[in-house]
């Protein structure tokens, strides 16, 4: 069996450090406070939502949801733009009309969007930090390491691309225009891939000491699934993320350590 890089474990840490971090602003008496906007109703959105909310309940976090539909969603995200009470809002991907969604995203203010995908938002995007902390919480440094992203998704892809260039790690970024998708990933020390495509990634696709990361979702007969084919976890040289609990409970974490820095940063300013 492959090494596998668990995210639950540094999640409980972070959460039980989250706590005490929102119990700090008792005395300001500010609870801090995230807004969902969903649009679409989905099984896989709605499992993420409930998530947020469980999350938020363990921590002293306050977490309202909105379903309003998506012609009504631009007054109701100006509303929390406006509303003191809220330190954070998420427009929850995808939403029904998908042509829309630069344009519907762009409408939560800067200094609320704790999902980091306004421009000019005042945060580090949730799933692109996660990763980081994964990497991190398992002591791999990519500072000497040939990164591979497969994606150029706005909520992973793009963002970590940028992230990792920012930080000087030599990072290459694969897609569907990418011509052989094979020699890119056997070029590469570390691949993070978050296509939603299921079993994009197979084990001879993968060199040998490789360390994988499956930032992917997908749905498939019923099941959450992410990008790798369930074979790959034989190769006992590999260092994966497991099918589940590996970067998904570290991004529920970086979304509310957002919420919670604009939360204090709302406390400074009382």
Same mark, same amino acid.
């Given at each position: 069996? $492959?090494k596998?890089?668990?995210?639950? /474990?540094?999640a409980?840490?972070?959460?039980e450090?989250q706590?005490?971090?929102?119990?700090?602003?008792?005395?300001?008496?500010?609870?801090?406070?995230?807004?969902?906007v969903? =649009?679409?109703d989905?099984?896989i959105?709605?499992?993420?939502?409930?998530?947020k909310k469980?999350y938020?309940?363990?921590?002293g976090?306050?977490?309202? %949801? #909105?379903?309003?539909a998506?012609v009504?969603?631009p007054?109701?995200i100006?509303?929390?733009?406006?509303?003191?009470?809220?330190?954070?809002? =998420?427009?929850?991907?995808?939403? !029904?009309?998908?042509?829309?969604?630069?344009?519907?995203v762009n409408?939560?203010s800067p200094?609320k969007?704790?999902?980091?995908?306004?421009?000019?938002?005042?945060?580090?995007?949730? %799933?692109? %930090?996660?990763?980081?902390?994964?990497?991190?919480?398992?002591? =791999?440094?990519?500072?000497?390491?040939?990164?591979?992203i497969?994606?150029?998704?706005?909520? *992973?892809?793009?963002p970590?691309?940028?992230?990792?260039?920012?930080s @000087?790690?030599?990072?290459? *970024?694969?897609?569907?225009?990418?011509s052989?998708?094979?020699?890119e990933?056997?070029?590469?020390?570390?691949i993070?891939?978050a296509? @939603?495509?299921?079993?994009i990634? #197979?084990p001879?696709?993968v060199k040998?000491? $490789?360390v994988?990361?499956?930032?992917?979702?997908?749905?498939?007969?019923g099941?959450?699934v992410?990008?790798?084919d369930?074979?790959?976890y /034989?190769? /006992?040289?590999?260092?994966?993320?497991?099918?589940?609990g590996?970067?998904?409970?570290l991004? *529920?974490?970086?979304l509310? !350590?957002?919420v =919670?820095?604009? $939360?204090k940063?709302?406390?400074a300013e009382?």
């Open positions: 069996m $492959a596998l890089l668990i995210g639950q /474990e540094l409980e840490f972070i959460k450090r706590l005490k971090a929102v119990r700090g602003l008792t005395p300001s008496k500010i609870i801090p406070k995230l807004a969902v969903q =649009i679409k989905d099984p959105i709605n499992t993420y939502v409930r998530l469980k938020g309940s363990d921590i976090v306050q977490v309202d %949801t #909105y379903n309003p998506q009504d969603a007054k109701l100006k509303t929390l733009n406006n509303d003191s009470g809220v330190h954070g809002i =998420i427009v929850q991907l995808p939403i !029904e009309n998908s042509d829309e969604t630069d344009k519907i409408l939560v200094e969007d704790v999902d980091a995908l306004a421009k000019n938002s005042k945060f580090q995007p949730a %799933t692109p %930090t996660a990763i980081l902390w994964l990497l991190a919480g398992h002591n =791999i440094d990519l500072s000497d390491k040939k990164v591979l497969i994606g150029r998704g706005k909520l *992973v892809g793009q970590l691309n940028k992230m990792l260039k920012d @000087g790690v030599s990072v290459r *970024v694969a897609d569907r225009e990418t052989s998708l094979p020699d990933t056997l070029w590469a020390d570390v993070i891939t296509t @939603g495509s299921p079993a990634l #197979y001879k696709m040998q000491g $490789a994988v990361i499956d930032a992917g979702v997908a749905s498939e007969s099941q959450t992410g990008d790798l369930s074979s790959i /034989e190769r /006992e040289d590999l260092t994966l993320t497991p099918k589940k590996g970067v998904g409970p991004t *529920v974490s970086s509310f !350590e957002n =919670i820095v604009s $939360a940063r709302a406390a009382k």
